[in-house]
């Protein structure tokens, strides 16, 4: 988790060394209040994140940690409550920019946490900065659509929105025995007033853009033509880059670049976020491309002179070779799978 601020650095490092700051309008995050992340969070959960944070020997809580999800693979840290604070503040700013028309499409590299849960953390993910932005992007937008391209299922999001008919949620992710969080199967449609109002696109290791890119933007024609959104959030989230330690995915960012274009096509308010993304390099290669999808630019391949300059080698380019693994999924499974969801959005009332 430490690694990430590291991350962060290379993700903006790289933006300012193209110079596409000088095209943004960058807003100064503000932390998110207590009561905001009382939105959706749980306060028992939140009062004992806020006290661990504070603490430096955090082990004499350990029996109730255990509580909150916050354990051996999802450990707190010092200062975790104001780091989720900063960049849930920062999620939930973008979406009022939107909501105040003082931007068409916000950004927050730094949120897209999705797995967070009401009453605990999980999959390293403290709070739910996109439930929060999507509960703020509700209290004027009737119907809002997310899309989560993550290699693990947006199960934190799905399962906040899950008996909710106005917002949809799209999921593509790995969907394989032991591979985190194991939830997001074709047939997991949502409930209540919400059946079929959750779309779960469920994949196997190895598949490629081309392959990526058509089932995702098909899906997402036939999502527009059902659900009509008037705003979109749509969490980039990169580990599904060929050289991730994932090892899942084949994607290069192209293939996330054509789903966000697609998104632009429709000219509604969006909202882009971050996630997760192991491989630094590649990682921070994926969100200055996409940057410059959203202002229309095209990116020199040659990685500029920067402070992080050495972690691009050896090729010191933006653009990422895909890897020469097998794609496990088929045509027909791809075929069949997208039979099944076209089946399930028809019932959309
Ligand atoms: C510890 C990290 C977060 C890092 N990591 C990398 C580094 C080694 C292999 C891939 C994981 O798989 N992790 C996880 C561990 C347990 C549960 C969830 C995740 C990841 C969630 C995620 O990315 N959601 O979008
Ligand atoms: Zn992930």
């Given at each position: 988790m430490l690694k990430i601020p590291r991350r962060a650095s290379m993700v903006s490092s790289l933006i300012e060394a193209y110079r596409l700051p000088s095209l943004l309008r960058t807003v100064q995050p503000t932390p998110a209040s207590f009561e905001d992340l009382c939105k959706f969070h749980q306060e028992d959960y939140l009062e004992f994140l806020q006290k661990i944070s504070q603490q430096e020997d955090i082990e004499k809580y350990d029996e109730e940690a255990q509580l909150y999800g916050l354990s051996y693979d999802c450990p707190a840290h010092p200062g975790v409550y104001d780091y989720a604070s900063l960049v849930t503040g920062a999620t939930i700013q973008a979406a009022e920019c939107l909501m105040n028309k003082t931007a068409d499409i916000a950004i927050n590299w730094f949120?897209?946490?999705h797995h967070g849960k009401k009453d605990s953390a999980s999959g390293f993910c403290y709070t739910n900065d996109v439930v929060l932005g999507i509960l703020k992007l509700r209290e004027k937008f009737n119907r809002v659509l997310y899309i989560d391209l993550d290699v693990h299922h947006g199960d934190g999001v799905e399962d906040a929105f899950c008996s909710s008919n106005k917002v949809l949620t799209v999921s593509v992710h790995k969907h394989a025995v032991g591979f985190f969080p194991g939830t997001g199967s074709v047939s997991d449609v949502g409930m209540g007033k919400g059946k079929y109002y959750s779309v779960n696109i469920p994949l196997q290791d190895g598949i490629k853009d081309a392959e990526f890119s058509a089932l995702v933007c098909r899906v997402l024609?036939?999502?527009?033509?059902?659900?009509?959104?008037?705003?979109?959030?749509?969490?980039?989230?990169?580990?599904?880059?060929?050289g991730d330690p994932n090892g899942a995915f084949n994607l290069t960012p192209n293939a996330l670049g054509k789903c966000v274009y697609t998104l632009l096509s429709w000219k509604r308010p969006l909202?882009?976020?971050?996630?997760?993304?192991?491989?630094?390099?590649?990682?921070a290669r994926c969100w200055a491309y996409l940057t410059a999808v959203v202002l229309g630019r095209k990116l020199p391949d040659d990685i500029p002179e920067h402070k992080y300059l050495m972690e691009y080698g050896p090729d010191y380019t933006l653009t990422v070779t895909p890897g020469n693994q097998g794609d496990h999924n088929t045509q027909e499974s791809v075929q069949a799978l997208y039979?099944?969801?076209?089946?399930?959005?028809?019932?959309?009332?």
């Open positions: 949120g897209g946490w024609l036939k999502v527009r033509d059902r659900f009509n959104p008037e705003a979109v959030v749509c969490q980039c989230g990169a580990d599904g880059l060929t909202l882009l976020l971050g996630g997760g993304g192991y491989n630094h390099a590649n990682t039979s099944q969801i076209l089946y399930n959005l028809s019932q959309i009332s």
